[in-house]
């Protein structure tokens, strides 16, 4: 979700940049750019808490909630990178704009739908539009911050942002449902939009990248066909069945996706992913990272507000009040890792970030139908810890050390990943923890409770994960392993130096 331009986040200052910016105008940019990621981040989430009522009233079964929320993340994933090669083609601003615009459509039409494919498909639209901002938003802050520790600091805060986002939304969602229908969860997102938008028209800069990147559209439909056969493999196989010919076909259509990526893309001049960057350590670790961290979210959120709302009985205002604890601790404790990133390198906050979402899920393993509901807040606010400490350092954990001129195809992959996560992570555990124990049309049966312990354990085992990944991707053997990739394109650039009271090895 967010995080890097697509294809030049970091790239060269375009050749139509004029004078730096005045401070507070740079500030009022990055606050700009901040209010996009805002309601981007937050659909993603929102939708949670307002699933049961979706449900209900659109007669959904478990997997067209899935859908819901993967429609949008997934249409998200696949289009970042797209956008940021043509936002670097054909103007930031233009194109930032123009994701507004979709998007507070989308918004807008999400409210009124009558349907639930109606409902997915405004999604998608929605998505399509969110996909200009959150890469090229990044951009322009790349764009507008040349200084590199006030660069870094800008990028703590925008990826603080994301988890703010990300947190809030269950517990605005839950009021707004409760209050005035499911449908208002989107209309949050118009008048943010609007004054966006007209706020870009006022202060933001147009630019361009001096040598934009090539559109790769054969790269980009298989990374399309790879992505949408995995995730629609996964959420249909409980009802298809997993040694199905539908379900095997799709997860073979999805490996031959790969398989020709991996052969194709090493051909192309400017390819839409570029593979050498995997041999870096640091790189390789922070798409992991941010797989699995997002799949720990996403998991967690689509488990809990079925269980708060379905298995307790509780209203949608009164979950959201429950997962207050999670949007709290993400609220406190991002804004500390992205200063923390950007004063001492990424370390500490990956390994906390990594125990509090290897813990938070851990507790939630024996859950039953009678755990008191209290018991719950500790899983919530360890999990909550976790997650705010986890997002910000995850692109600068991709970028560390990168050349100005690749570094944006590193932070994409990132902000990809963090999309593919979410994707996968609804995915999956609504498919192990859900699906087998779904009693009709919008609701889950008595055999949930049991289902979702895997569920749980899936979550667990992303946390452990992302804690490993933390210590390996910050020793001095991975600092290498980015060194050495890094020469292939142009020679090794340091971040800003560490904190004269701790020296840390780049990629730290």
């Known amino acids: 979700m967010a995080s890097g331009s697509v294809q030049s986040e970091f790239a060269d200052r375009p050749s139509d940049s004029g004078p730096e910016l005045p401070r507070k105008r740079r500030r009022l940019i990055l606050a700009i750019c901040c209010m996009s990621l805002l309601i981007v981040g937050l659909d993603v989430t929102i939708v949670n808490v307002a699933l049961p009522s979706i449900g209900r009233e659109l007669h959904a079964t478990v997997s067209g909630l899935q859908w819901t929320v993967d429609a949008y993340t997934l249409v998200l994933a696949s289009l970042l990178m797209l956008s940021g090669s043509m936002a670097d083609r054909f103007g930031r601003r233009r194109l930032f704009k123009t994701g507004l615009v979709l998007f507070t459509l989308g918004s807008l039409l999400c409210s009124v739908a009558p349907r639930l494919g109606w409902l997915i498909a405004f999604r998608m639209l929605q998505a399509v539009g969110g996909s200009m901002l959150n890469p090229v938003a990044m951009?322009?802050?790349?764009?507008?911050?040349?200084?590199p520790r006030e660069r870094a600091q800008a990028i703590g805060m925008w990826g603080a942002?994301?988890?703010?986002?990300l947190a809030l939304g269950p517990v605005v969602g839950g009021a707004l449902v409760d209050t005035v229908g499911w449908q208002s969860i989107f209309w949050i997102n118009i008048p943010v939009g609007l004054a966006a938008l007209a706020l870009t028209?006022?202060?933001?800069?147009?630019s361009r990248a001096p040598r934009p990147r090539r559109i790769d559209p054969v790269g980009q439909v298989l990374v399309i066909v790879l992505l949408a056969s995995l995730t629609y493999g996964?959420?249909?196989?409980p009802s298809a069945g997993w040694l199905s010919a539908q379900t095997i076909g799709l997860f073979a259509l999805s490996t031959a996706a790969l398989v020709g990526l991996l052969i194709y893309e090493p051909r192309r001049v400017d390819p839409l992913l570029e593979l050498r960057f995997f041999r870096s350590v640091p790189f390789s670790s922070a798409s992991a990272i941010a797989v699995c961290a997002f799949a720990a979210l996403g998991g967690f959120l689509f488990l809990n507000t079925l269980y708060l709302q379905e298995v307790r009985g509780l209203s949608a205002l009164t979950a959201g009040l429950y997962t207050l604890p999670i949007a709290a601790m993400t609220l406190l404790f991002a804004p500390l890792s992205g200063r923390l990133v950007g004063r001492r390198g990424p370390r500490m906050s990956l390994l906390v970030g990594g125990l509090g979402l290897t813990l938070g899920a851990a507790l939630l393993t024996g859950l039953g139908k009678s755990t008191p509901l209290a018991s719950l807040f500790p899983a919530y606010f360890v999990f909550g810890i976790g997650f705010g400490m986890v997002n910000p350092p995850i692109t600068n954990t991709a970028v560390s050390g990168m050349p100005a001129a690749q570094a944006g195809v590193a932070a994409a992959v990132a902000s990809t990943s963090r999309q593919v996560g979410s994707t996968l992570g609804v995915a999956i555990v609504g498919a192990v923890g859900v699906a087998g124990a779904a009693a009709g049309v919008g609701s889950v049966g008595p055999g949930f409770v049991q289902a979702s312990h895997a569920g749980w354990w899936i979550i667990t085992g992303c946390g452990l994960v992302v804690l490993v990944l933390g210590l390996i991707s910050t020793t001095g053997w991975a600092s290498a392993s980015a060194r050495r990739t890094v020469q292939e394109f142009g020679g090794y650039e340091p971040g800003p130096e560490p904190s004269p009271a701790r020296k840390e090895p780049i990629g730290a």
């Open 139 to 147: 951009s322009i802050i790349r764009n507008v911050f040349t200084d």
């Open 161 to 165: 942002t994301v988890g703010i986002s």
């Open 201 to 206: 028209i006022r202060f933001v800069p147009e």
């Open 234 to 237: 996964i959420i249909e196989a």
